[in-house]
């Protein structure tokens, strides 16, 4: 926090206050930094993953003292980066990637950002340039949330600890229509007003002296000249490159294991790990009792086939009820995902684990959804006239409903016609206020890239931006860190989404078999039976579950009709359960 509106006292209480709000994420350490000169505060929460010692404490300064971090997440290739900056002539005091960051800034500059491959958001503050540089991942896996009001900024990275030191408790208004509309809080936004996500692979650089800053790229994505048309070549590349990033992943001085769900990419991850890993890896699964939810045969060919130690865990529904008011209260801000999550890294943490890998990331990288292919009939509908599509409101059934999206010529109606929840005229009905403030909410308050034509492209774009980074990568952390566990997603790794993007479309998206590209690199190692099945993907019976939960399934705990009929179709297998547990956190958030 930097304020000249607080006394050092005031900015130092508040930052304590932040860090006791977020100190299941890091439960190991705490620490608080104090310039008084430019009125700045650092807090730190440490979950000791590198260099457990208490060299590792944070917020830490370099050996020279010119500048101070406060960092959260990890950076893989520090030893590599360490030795090119011992060569240069830096000194260490530590083992940690921290100090790393801090020495890679002072003697590249901001151009050192764009060296890090990991998963990091960080404040650093560069005493002799009276600059404080907010930077997140190119990712966006880690979270950072920032507030200025007044010539004072405030960081964090969960929205809670704005309120809890009463930063700012003023709700943003708009943040109902867009979860309705979404099922999350698309970022930059968030449920307060005026504080808001910094984009990924950018940095928000503030000038002590002036009160100002700026928010600046600092990652080079631009688009790609060439494309890799040759699948041995790509097959290849994609096989160095992924293993490279998973055993770069496994770096740990903590205990290590892997999510292993029983499909293509959980069970690729945990293969490639054990490779690096053997009898130190530790596997984790959950199974219910549900059959047509029940993956452990699948998880049983993948484990049968490594070494280390096996955790499976069963999740029934009083599990799922006993919990759920915790897993509200987790998840920072409402979201329709992140049960499963909450679960499996809840069983993660009793198992003794601090970091685990993850699969997340490949369906959105080469084709695992049924989206990349749905995409390209948006070339023939859009030249139907907008009218039409208005009279899909009156449809009583979702899917006919979602029509209605094709009403508006704007990316988003085109994700949400996709992905999207309740429609926007369902969405007025239920908040009472006027489509013309819902539409207004939803289709004005963004620009676009250019996407180019409706093909595999345009669809990955809205898989990477909208549905993976605000709702898989958001609730994966706040899950994860609730219980004290770092997630790490190799698939995301910098060099592997880079070389992903490289390869061209016709050999790298596959519409009769999702993802083959991936498959066959690794046919070698990668069961037939895990990937020649139908996609279930990382899934709970969430449908029956909240079926039998009293409050969910109760009508009349409902306000307004539309909420009100809709839980009678969700009783009657007529609707989704997400879009009854996006009303349900609604009322409880009213």
Known sequence: MISNRLTSEEITEKVSIMCNALKHG????????LDEKVNLAFGHRRLSIIDLSSNGHQPMADVQQKAWITFNGEIYNYPELK???????????????????????????????????????????????????LVRDTAGIKPLYYHV??????????????????????????????????????????????????????????????NTYHIRSYYNNASHQ?????????????????????????????????????????SLITLLADEHQKEQLKTISIYFDEKAYDERSYQN???????????????????????????????????????????????????????VLSGLGADELFGGYPSFYRVKYLRYL??????????????????YKKISFLAYNNPYAHYLLLRGFFVPEDIA???????????????????????????????????????????????????SMSHGLEVRVPFLDEDFKRLAETISPEIRFNKNQPKKILIDSFNDILPKEVWNRPKMGFTFPLQEWMGNHTEISNENLYK??????AVKRFKNSQMHWSKIFALYLLQLHD
């Open 26 to 33: 890091g439960p190991d350490d705490e620490g608080v930094f």
């Open 83 to 133: 030795q090119q900056l011992i060569n240069a002539g830096a000194r260490f005091h530590s083992n940690t990637d921290t100090e790393v960051i801090l020495t890679a800034y002072l003697y590249w500059g901001t151009e050192a950002f764009s060296r890090f491959r990991g998963m990091f958001a960080f404040a650093l503050y560069d005493i002799g340039q009276a600059v404080t540089y």
């Open 149 to 210: 009001q007044n010539g004072q900024i405030s960081f964090a990275s969960e929205v809670k600890a704005f309120k809890a030191a009463e930063i700012t408790n003023e709700t943003d208004p708009t943040w109902p229509v867009k979860f309705l509309a979404f099922g999350h809080i698309p970022e930059p936004y968030t449920t307060l007003k005026n504080v808001y996500s910094l984009t990924k692979g950018h940095f928000l650089l503030w000038d002590h002296h002036k």
């Open 226 to 266: 060439t494309y890799i048309t040759d699948t041995s070549i790509a097959k290849k590349n994609i096989h160095d490159t992924l293993k490279i990033s998973v055993n770069r992943q496994l770096i740990s001085d903590a205990s290590i294991g892997v999510f292993l769900s029983g499909g293509i990419d959980s």
């Open 301 to 355: 060919l993948v484990s049968s086939k490594i070494n280390g130690e096996k955790f499976v865990h069963l999740v029934k529904q009083q599990d799922f009820e006993k919990f759920l008011p915790r897993i509200i209260n987790d998840m920072d801000m409402p979201t329709t995902d992140g049960i499963n999550s909450w679960f499996i890294s809840s069983y993660a943490h009793q198992d003794g684990l601090k970091a």
């Open 382 to 399: 859009r030249k139907i006239p907008a009218s039409i599509y208005t009279l899909a409101n009156y449809f009583k059934t979702d899917k």
């Open 429 to 479: 009905k239920i908040l009472n206020i006027d489509i013309k403030e819902v539409n207004e909410i939803l289709f004005n308050s963004r620009s676009f890239p250019d996407l180019g034509p409706y093909n595999e492209e345009y669809a990955a774009w809205f898989e990477n931006n909208l549905y993976m980074q605000n709702q898989l990568l958001r609730d994966t952390d706040v899950m």
């Open 560 to 565: 307004g009709k539309v909420a009100q009929n």
